[in-house]
């Protein structure tokens, strides 16, 4: 696929864009790699195009790699365009008009390890983006007793290995893809897979011996020939349309933009209009840039300037004013268009990706447009309000927003793959602001969460310190110790518990009287602060008389004020033990008998 054959053609098929996702260390690089140097030692002069943040390989490389899976006369898709930018495992929620950038994805999961968490994340963005993706079942070389057959599509090499070999992998590839039906998805050996929209196949394959690679080119090829040809459908000739991967700082070009262009061409001087922090950026095309060949990367002039690209390519441009471009944002070529109309079109797209915030609520910050979407779901889904949302690092005027919240859980800021400037550090270290920084969105909210449960649990404790706690207490025949002055009496406490300074009523005729204030307890000859139900204890109670307000075998309550017998029903019920709350019942029952709405 040349960069430069833009033909009058109005509708040319584009290449389909790839998406390599995965957790950390399963292999998403080495299989890229892995596709790359087989295309090179192909010998083919030019057979892979390195393009910026992605690498194209027409079809006529797939189909040497594929070997008898790919007859190049059955395709008319140019060949395939993989994005790789490492770092970038969020780039997946990366957007062409609304859309996915990537028209299919692979999905690298490590055959011994199975799902991890940025597994799980990635197939969240994939189920939320409706992106069609193939499993790479990676690392099939480390089965135990495995021959490795370089390069070999995996049915001929799996004819090569012991029952041993083959049954261990297998074991390990149904438990992949046990995982995957716990996730609401079909899924089985890509060779048994009869309708790909319907079931997700997956591809033993191995990025250290090239062992199934063939079959991955050739599913990838076939889906996209059978399933995306009409979306492949592209106006060769039409301005260019495409989404910023990242905005990087390259020497003697000041801010630049590295590109996947899925529509159209874009040629130098052309003015286009981008995604910025505040407003669309207006600005002129001074040099479109490409990789030179792999042998010349060492050298000093890493770039060839271009003149024209045309989709599905990968490309940096340098222009004027780019410092405040965001990452996952909208690029367009104007052309013979209306600048302000394609500037309308710039600011729709990215009202999409708007994010709700509210008058309260936490500060986020994410490496991309598409992260940022992707974390405020997230954030929505868990009843995370937001306050402000907004692509970048994180910086002091973060922190002073974060501090100006009214409920301390929101006093904080959740960074997903980015760094904290090191002026917005000190403030940190000065203020009450909390960061939490991950670079997996759902572990992120976790520790947020346990963080606020964390939070609350504390209040409750310190509340439940200071609230009147209910408790139904009997004295006992034959345990009054003294009469008066204070009384002292041995008690049973059936519900609840019983602390020292509370005051006592006792109910009479429907009423609660008020008899007297306890002042002291003593378990086994100790005095005590507070003892629960199902002690004996003696207490001593200021204000009553043995005989007249008090006898024994009466039934005492510690007097719950309205207020705290409110705040115990409907705040704090699942923080007090079950005997607790039965005296809480009995208390208000009694109450409410007389009032109906008693500590409502």
């Not at 069609?132 to 370089?150: E, L, R």
Request: hydrophobic share 40%; net charge negative; glycine share 8%.
């Amino acid at each position: 696929m040349s960069d430069t054959d833009s033909t009058s053609q109005s509708d040319t098929l584009r290449t389909p864009i790839v998406a390599v996702l995965g957790h950390v260390d399963h292999g998403k690089t080495s299989l890229l790699d892995k596709v790359r140097g087989s295309a090179v030692s192909e010998g083919e002069a030019g057979a892979i195009t390195q393009h910026i943040g992605a690498t194209a390989v027409p079809l006529d490389t797939v189909s040497q790699m594929a070997g008898s899976l790919v007859n190049p006369d059955d395709f008319d898709l140019p060949g395939l365009l993989f994005i790789d930018t490492p770092g970038h495992h969020s780039f997946s929620t990366l957007r062409s008009r609304g859309g996915a950038l990537a028209d299919i994805a692979i999905l690298v999961v490590d055959v011994n390890d199975g799902f991890q968490p940025q597994t799980e994340e990635a197939i969240d963005i994939l189920k939320r983006t409706g992106t069609p993706f193939i499993v790479a079942a990676n690392k099939v070389d480390t089965t135990p007793g495995w021959n490795p057959q370089q390069g070999e599509p995996i049915q001929k090499s799996l004819e090569s290995q012991s029952s041993r070999a083959k049954s261990k992998l297998d074991e390990s590839l149904y438990e992949l893809i046990g995982q995957l039906s716990d996730r609401g998805f079909s899924s089985d050996f890509y060779w048994r897979v009869q309708n790909f929209q319907k079931n997700i196949g997956v591809v033993p394959v191995s990025a250290m011996t090239g062992e199934g690679i063939p079959d991955l080119l050739g599913v990838l090829m076939g889906l996209s020939q059978r399933y995306m040809k009409d979306e492949m459908a592209i106006d060769v000739a039409g301005p260019g349309y495409g989404t910023v991967l990242e905005v990087k700082e390259e020497r003697g070009f000041g801010a630049t933009l590295d590109v996947v262009l899925y529509d159209g061409t874009i040629h130098a001087g052309d003015t286009i209009v981008v995604g910025g922090a505040n407003e669309p950026i207006v600005t002129e095309v001074r040099a479109l840039l490409q990789p030179r060949p792999n042998a010349e990367i060492r050298t000093e002039k890493r770039f060839d300037k271009v003149d024209e690209v045309g989709a599905a390519a990968g490309v940096k441009i340098a222009a004027p004013d780019l410092e405040d471009a965001m990452a996952g944002a909208p690029v367009r070529v104007v052309g013979d268009r209306d600048v302000d109309e394609v500037i309308r079109e710039v600011e729709a797209e990215l009202a999409d990706i708007e994010v709700t915030t509210e008058e309260e609520g936490v500060v986020v910050k994410a490496d991309t447009l598409g992260s940022l979407e992707a974390m405020a779901n997230a954030l929505q889904e868990a009843e995370v309000p937001i306050l402000r949302a907004e692509v970048g690092d994180i910086a002091p005027r973060d922190v002073a927003v974060a501090s100006t919240a009214r409920e301390p859980e929101h006093e904080v800021i959740l960074g997903f793959n980015v760094d904290v400037l090191s002026n917005a550090q000190d403030e940190l270290d000065t203020s009450d602001v909390k960061l939490f920084d991950d670079d997996v969105i759902y572990q992120l909210i976790e520790e947020y969460e346990e963080y606020v449960d964390e939070m609350k649990r504390a209040q409750q404790e310190t509340i439940l310190d200071k609230i009147v706690r209910p408790c139904r207490f009997r004295i006992l025949e034959d345990h009054v110790f003294r009469q008066n002055n204070p009384a002292v009496v041995g008690v049973e406490i059936m519900s609840g518990t019983i602390k020292n300074n509370m005051n006592v009523v006792k109910w009479e005729d429907g009423e609660p009287n008020r008899v007297g204030q306890l002042s002291g307890i003593q378990e086994q000859g100790e005095d005590v602060s507070s003892a629960r139900a199902g002690s004996r204890v003696s207490v001593a109670i200021d204000g009553p008389t043995v005989g007249r307000q008090i006898d024994e075998g009466d039934e005492l309550w510690i007097e719950v004020p309205e207020k705290h017998a409110k705040i115990l029903e409907q705040e704090l019920r699942d923080d007090i033990p079950v005997d607790e709350l039965e005296a809480l019942s009995g208390y208000l029952d009694k109450h409410r008998r007389r009032d109906p709405f008693w500590g409502k």
